[in-house]
């Protein structure tokens, strides 16, 4: 089973409107992160926002936030007032914890999004 | 300035030879990481290392090796053996803290022909 799934392969959305892209994930763990990175045409990852497992209030960095519901095991990054600079590819992760101080990161496959002027 | 080295952005390499991809980093991050990418696909990660001298395989670790003798360096040497070996490759560093993100490298584009 994917342990995360992003099911919105290309978004188009106008400038200066609110986007969700939808991740949601599977773990039997009780602690565990999740994270959200772009991947500009460059190729470089950059980390954008951090949820964690135990934290009761949405993360939230400037123009990004993450709608966490951990019921239904999802964790939608929302950008809100879009900007062409926006453009990329987005990929959700997830850390798993465990008593072996497990240090990896699962990825999903990603959502290009394209910000039309 | 502080940052992840990954050189050169495009290597290219025939069928059959080995090719080291480096990475360098000066960040004083313990922990360092090889990722590949494939077009349309998420990341895979391929070994990683917590300490110098000590690494692990992740989960697509065949058909490549690494070594950590330094702190700063983590190459990743793709043999002959890995069978499909052209791929995008990412490396990352996490620095100790409290939420573990890792920062990533510009990447080496390889192509085997």
């Known amino acids: 089973a994917q342990k995360i799934t992003q099911t919105q392969p290309g978004m188009f959305v106008q400038e200066k409107e609110a986007v969700t892209l939808d991740c949601t994930y599977d773990t039997s763990d009780q602690s565990y992160g999740l994270f959200w990175y772009k991947q500009p045409s460059s190729g470089e990852m950059i980390f954008l926002i951090y949820q964690g497992s135990y934290d009761e209030q949405n993360a939230t960095e400037g123009r990004y936030s993450l709608n966490f519901q951990k019921a239904r095991k999802s964790a939608n990054l929302v950008i809100s007032a879009s900007q062409l600079g926006d453009s990329a590819m987005y990929f959700c992760a997830m850390r798993e914890d465990n008593l072996f101080g497990n240090e990896k990161l699962t990825f999903g496959t990603g959502t290009r999004l394209t910000i039309i002027p | 300035d502080g940052g992840i080295t990954q050189s050169p952005k495009y290597l290219f390499r025939k069928e059959g030879q080995n090719v080291t991809l480096s990475c360098e980093q000066n960040?004083?991050?313990?922990?360092m990481y090889w990722y590949r990418q494939d077009p349309g696909q998420g990341l895979r990660l391929i070994y990683y290392?917590?300490?110098?001298?000590?690494?692990q395989k992740g989960d697509i670790a065949e058909g490549y090796s690494v070594s950590r003798e330094k702190k700063e360096s983590f190459p990743l040497t793709v043999t002959s053996a890995q069978k499909n070996p052209t791929a995008f490759y990412l490396c990352?560093?996490?620095?100790?803290?409290?939420?573990?993100?890792?920062?990533f490298g510009p990447g080496t584009r390889l192509t085997v022909t």
């Open positions: 290392s917590q300490i110098v001298n000590d690494f």
């Open positions: 990352a560093t996490r620095r100790s803290g409290s939420i573990y993100e890792q920062y």
């Open positions: 960040l004083n991050h313990d922990a």
